[in-house]
Structures are given as C-alpha cells and as structure tokens.
C-alpha cells in the first residue's frame, strides 16, 4: 500500500513568489492534515480536511495560505504572495475516519525556503 | 493550550543499553498520544498509538506507557541498536482531530 506523498520534496522561491504544494493521502483516507515545522521549533497544526470540507483550519497562519482539497482526494497548499517566515517544512498526514484511533501516518514532507 | 515538553532534547547511549524517553503534556483531556520516529531528511513514521483509555502498547523493543493524570508518556527502547538513531517525537491528540507536537529527542546509539 503506498503511503502519505507529498510533492515537491523540496522548493526555493524568492520573497512574492507563489508556491503550491501537493499532497496525496493514503487511499481510502477522510482525514487528511497540514502541518508545518519551522527551524528550530515543533511541528505545527493548520487545518484538518475531512473529505473535501474544511473541519478544522485553526492553524493557518493568515489568508496568504490557501488550501483546497476538491473531490476528497489530494489536497493543495498555496501560499501566496511568500514571506521569508513562511520557511519550514510542511507536513501532510492522513487518517482513516473510525480506524486504529485516528492514527496519523505522515508524508515525508515539502522543504520550503523563501529567500 | 496544550503544550508538550519532551525531556531530554538529546541523547547519546553505548549500543546495547536500554532508555527511557519522557513526554510531558499540560492538558490531560487528550484523546490518544501517538510517538514518531523522524529519520535526517524524511517524514514521520508511528511507532505506537496510545488510546486515553490504555496505559501501554508495546512493538517489538518499543514500549510506550501513557499516565493521562499525571501528564506523562514514556518511550521505552530496550537493547538499543545504532539503527535506532533519530529523532523521536511525541504527539497529543485533542477535541478535533488536532495534534500537538513536542521538540522531540535526538537519539544517538553509538556502536
């Protein structure tokens, strides 16, 4: 069974640039999460797709970032125009409604500078 | 606001020997705490989920132990190996879905 990806791995983009980011969950997966490390600090929450509705966007920094995740299979995060703080790695995990508990199982993660 | 705290930041241990790993948790209305493994460079992978109602689960070497009252996970590793060298991370699932991370414990096994 393949896993969590996310795509790119990696993205340089200058300051006002817009960058998307791609993420496709285990199959069969309702639950579908972003979350973002920057340097130095924890992993953080901001938001939680069930299916293509937004249950819980909490975490999202401001309305630069924009998520979407149209037919409740991959899911994007867009942030535009791109600001030197919005440096990290960006997380996405998916879980299965009902099952194991909700257990998480992560992406490998999108690297983000913004030089 | 939830807030974890994993104690110690770093660890270095001979192969062979065993070790604990600490999460602490503000908030004990949690749903379930999950720990992690991150590898330099990769994603997260679960070791172990917790349910609030369980006080352990054990894989293989790996034995994690929940006291929801007190606020506390430990992450026990019994004869560690080099392999398992990495970051590892815990996490508390509140009301919505939402979790929260620690700031993990880099662990080193030196052979």
């Known amino acids: 069974e393949a896993g969590v990806t996310q795509f790119p791995s990696h993205s340089v983009i200058e300051k006002g640039q817009t960058v998307t980011l791609r993420c496709d969950p285990i199959s069969g997966h309702d639950n579908l999460y972003w979350y973002r490390r920057v340097m130095g600090k924890e992993i953080k929450f901001l938001l939680h797709?069930?299916?293509?509705?937004?249950?819980?966007e909490s975490g999202m920094p401001n309305n630069r970032f924009l998520a979407e995740r149209t037919g409740g299979t991959y899911s994007t995060l867009k942030v535009q125009p791109a600001e030197l703080e919005d440096s990290g790695v960006y997380f996405c995990?998916?879980?299965?409604?009902?099952?194991?508990?909700?257990?998480?199982?992560f992406g490998p993660g999108t690297r983000l500078t913004v030089l | 606001k939830q807030e974890v705290t994993q104690i110690p930041a770093a660890l270095s241990v001979p192969e062979g020997e065993n070790l604990v790993l600490n999460c602490s948790f503000t908030?004990?209305?949690?749903?379930?705490l999950q720990w992690f493994r991150q590898d330099p460079g990769k994603g997260l992978t679960s070791l172990l989920l917790i349910q609030s109602s369980q006080r352990e689960q054990t894989s293989g070497r790996l034995n994690a132990s929940l006291d929801k009252s007190s606020g506390r996970s430990t992450l026990y590793i019994a004869a560690s190996q080099p392999g398992d060298s990495a970051t590892y991370l815990c996490a508390v699932r509140v009301t919505g879905n939402q979790f929260y991370f620690g700031t993990g414990t880099s662990l080193t096994v030196i052979p």
């Open positions: 797709f069930v299916k293509e509705s937004k249950q819980d």
């Open positions: 908030d004990s209305a949690i749903y379930n």
């Open positions: 995990a998916s879980s299965q409604i009902g099952r194991g508990g909700f257990e998480q199982f």
